[in-house]
């Protein structure tokens, strides 16, 4: 199995150089730095993203309500601040509200066994219909004079490198030391292997599975808030988008099995990489949105199936409700 994984690994690096060759050599434009520093920049929130579903398919689990967290705390930021209350307050009702949701998906599929396929797919209409109803005034979330000095966090530049690139890259050491260093990471990935396994030999498995959700909702919280500091808004309509599927793309793509208990943020860093070469290339190649879908689908296919026959699951490891 680990030699699967390796060669998957490779695989799908190999693919990223030949695509990244290609295009350099191919698209006017492409290979320059100004466009390399906007592609990693682009895509950076798309990374970080991958690193919160990375956790909980890790752990043999799914969350689709992740472009809800995306949208909705980030916008309550902007809509708090709008109305007069302060920076600060607005952040933490935001991460109250993170905390809140990710207990919720925890708790439902960890205590009351709700498959996480479909918790997360009604949680997360659940909170977009949320904010459309009641949190937001508008659609699309405006910037305000409050929020001064806050889109640093999207805008801001360090030597040379955009702020959401040196983000994406903290959060990959700190998710990538909280798997490989730590209990909670050793526990996910024993959960993920062999739930049962992991339950006999006295792992926590329930509560782990709800810190879980709650990272991968912070996550989405901390991706929203890079997007929105980067276009000085926030589009709650983002989550009727097909933004959920790159993630699945990134994190299938670069390796990370859906069978539960493999993978890590270098297989995250991968699956950004390749997919953000590939949107680029399409941008710059003047490819329609519904084209670019159409590629977008048939690859997210090959990746699945690819998955199924690399990281096969079996009777004794396999979970109901699992993807």
């Given at each position: 199995m680990k030699l699967g994984r390796v060669s998957?690994?490779?695989?799908?690096?190999?693919?990223?150089?030949?695509?990244?060759?290609?295009?350099?050599?191919?698209?006017?434009?492409?290979?320059?730095?100004?466009n390399m520093l906007a592609l990693l920049q682009n895509v950076a929130v798309?990374?970080?993203?991958?690193?919160?579903?990375?956790i909980v398919v890790i752990g043999r689990g799914v969350d689709l309500s992740l472009i809800a967290t995306l949208a909705v705390p980030p916008g309550l930021v902007l809509q708090m601040v709008q109305d007069?209350?302060?920076?600060?307050?607005?952040?933490?009702?935001?991460?109250?509200?993170?905390?809140?949701?990710?207990?919720?998906n925890g708790w439902l599929i960890a205590y009351?066994?709700?498959?996480?396929?479909?918790?997360?797919?009604?949680?997360?209409?659940?909170?977009?219909?949320?904010?459309?109803?009641?949190?937001?005034?508008?659609?699309?979330?405006?910037?305000?004079?409050?929020?001064?000095?806050?889109?640093?966090?999207?805008?801001?530049?360090?030597?040379?490198i955009p702020m959401p690139i040196i983000v994406f890259a903290l959060a990959c050491v700190v998710i990538g030391l909280l798997l490989t260093r730590t209990r909670v990471g050793a526990y996910i990935y024993a959960i993920g292997d062999n739930p049962f396994g992991a339950r006999t030999t006295g792992i926590p498995v329930r509560p782990?599975?709800?810190?879980?959700?709650?990272?991968?909702?912070?996550?989405?919280?901390?991706?929203?808030?890079?997007?929105?500091?980067?276009v000085n808004s926030m589009p709650t309509r983002i989550y009727n988008s097909t933004w959920i599927?790159?993630?699945?793309?990134?994190?299938?793509?670069?390796?990370?099995?859906?069978?539960?208990?493999?993978?890590?943020?270098?297989?995250?860093?991968?699956?950004?990489?390749?997919?953000?070469?590939?949107?680029?290339?399409?941008?710059?190649?003047?490819?329609?949105?519904?084209?670019?879908?159409?590629?977008?689908g048939m690859v997210l296919l090959a990746a699945v199936i690819a998955d199924s026959f690399l990281n096969p699951r079996n009777e004794e490891t396999a979970q109901q409700g699992d993807i």
């Open positions: 998957q690994q490779g695989i799908v690096f190999a693919i990223f150089l030949a695509m990244f060759a290609g295009f350099a050599f191919f698209l006017h434009g492409f290979a320059t730095t100004a798309l990374g970080i993203l991958g690193l919160g579903m990375a007069g209350s302060s920076l600060s307050l607005a952040l933490t009702a935001a991460l109250l509200l993170s905390i809140a949701f990710g207990l919720v009351a066994e709700v498959p996480a396929l479909f918790t997360t797919l009604a949680t997360g209409l659940f909170l977009a219909g949320l904010g459309q109803a009641l949190l937001f005034k508008l659609d699309v979330v405006q910037w305000s004079a409050g929020l001064a000095g806050f889109e640093k966090l999207g805008q801001g530049v360090v030597l040379g782990t599975i709800v810190l879980q959700y709650v990272l991968a909702a912070l996550i989405g919280c901390l991706a929203g808030l890079v997007m929105a500091a980067s599927y790159d993630v699945i793309l990134v994190v299938v793509l670069g390796g990370i099995g859906l069978s539960g208990g493999r993978g890590g943020v270098l297989n995250v860093v991968i699956g950004t990489l390749l997919i953000g070469t590939l949107l680029n290339g399409m941008t710059i190649m003047d490819i329609s949105y519904s084209a670019q879908n159409l590629i977008k």
